[in-house]
């Protein structure tokens, strides 16, 4: 069965600081997608970053950076230099192959709490 | 610009009653989706629809059925309301790529009394 597991509930870091979200996932699939989205406190919910299997470079966009290791099936979010408004819940998430369409099926989130 | 526009925003609802979750998006997308979140579950698939007058079940789709009358609305339907279906709900649309990235609406908080 495909999964996606982070297993950190929350996190607490210093503004200005590196912090990293760990993520699993378990796919039969030659090829995949990975996204990770931030759920802010209003609700709202966007999309920050992709990672495409059959690449072997890290995304990087702005301050967000993924650190991919395939052998381990693992699918880190790196957020350098921290800002209070990076204070959200982050999703990572897995597209996956259905009968009619790719769908993506969500990790339980990591809380990030970023303190002045 | 581009969006995903959910209503109501909020409802309360009656054990029982019948609950229509409305989504319209203008993001000319082919593929929208209805989400649940609870806490400490994350996002569920509930229904997903790939192309207008066609529906799909998803991972839970149980008490709830789903309408996509054309590209851009997409409505989910609780015919029977109960207590276990208060969460919040998430409608999203797509393009067609695998690696296409979802746009969210901003949530329905239902509460089933």
Not at chain 2, 67 to 84: G, H, W
């Amino acid at each position: 069965a495909q999964k996606v597991t982070q297993t950190q509930t929350s996190i607490s870091v210093v503004e200005k600081t590196t912090v990293t979200m760990d993520c699993v996932y378990e796919t039969r699939d030659s090829s995949y997608f990975l996204f990770w989205y931030k759920q802010t406190a209003s609700g709202e919910i966007v999309f920050l970053i992709r990672q495409d299997s059959y690449k072997k470079e890290n995304a990087t966009v702005g301050h967000y950076s993924l650190n991919f290791q395939k052998p381990k099936s693992s699918i880190g979010l790196i957020i350098t230099a921290t800002q209070i408004e990076d204070s959200a819940v982050y999703f990572c998430a897995m597209s996956r192959e259905d009968t009619n369409a790719y769908k993506v099926i969500f990790g339980k989130g990591t809380h990030l709490h970023v303190l002045p | 610009e581009a969006a995903v526009t959910q209503s109501p925003r909020s409802k309360v609802a009656v054990t029982g009653g019948k609950v229509t979750l409305s989504c319209h998006q203008t993001n000319n997308h082919d593929y929208m989706y209805w989400y649940r979140q609870d806490t400490g579950h994350g996002l569920r698939l509930i229904h997903y629809s790939y192309v207008a007058d066609s529906t799909e079940k998803g991972d839970i789709p149980d008490g709830y059925k789903a309408s996509r009358p054309s590209q851009e609305n997409f409505s989910l339907i609780l015919e029977l309301a109960s207590l276990s279906q208060t969460a919040v709900y998430f409608c999203a649309s797509s393009g067609t790529a695998p690696n296409s990235d979802y746009t969210f609406g901003s949530g329905t908080r239902l509460l089933v009394i």
